[in-house]
């Protein structure tokens, strides 16, 4: 059963950082994309991040290129969602997911598998 377990979220004022993670267990496919999503209260669910375990050049939303950073350790089938220079419309519940194969998708219908969420408040 594949599981997804995050953490890492939390309260932080305008211009701090925190580090989000999320671990994945429960397969064995060798190709797979992990991405951050995260949603605000009255708002859609917004694909933030992606990578995918074999390689290639990570997906950033236009509203946190710069300023955050995906990266993942396979060994640990955990990827990380680092996040700096925080603003209060960061403020969501953020959720890792996971997609099998190589190709990563481009909206949270392609992602089958989730997260509990970890909510981040960003207070000004």
């Known amino acids: 059963q594949v599981q997804l377990v995050e953490s890492g979220g939390g309260s932080v004022q305008t211009g701090g950082s925190l580090r989000l993670s999320c671990a994945a267990s429960?397969?064995?496919?060798?190709?797979?994309?992990m991405g951050w999503f995260r949603q605000a209260p009255g708002k859609a669910r917004e694909r933030i991040a992606v990578?995918?375990?074999?390689?290639?050049?990570?997906y950033y939303a236009d509203s946190v290129k710069g300023r955050f950073t995906i990266s993942q350790d396979n060994a640990k089938n955990t990827v990380y969602l680092q996040m700096n220079s925080l603003k209060p419309e960061d403020t969501a519940m953020y959720y890792c997911?996971?997609?099998?194969?190589?190709?990563?998708?481009?909206?949270?219908?392609?992602?089958?598998?989730w997260g509990q969420g970890t909510q981040v408040t960003v207070s000004s």
């Open positions: 997911a996971l997609r099998f194969g190589l190709l990563c998708g481009t909206s949270a219908a392609d992602f089958g598998y």
């Open positions: 429960g397969y064995s496919y060798s190709s797979n994309c």
């Open positions: 990578i995918r375990n074999v390689g290639g050049s990570p």
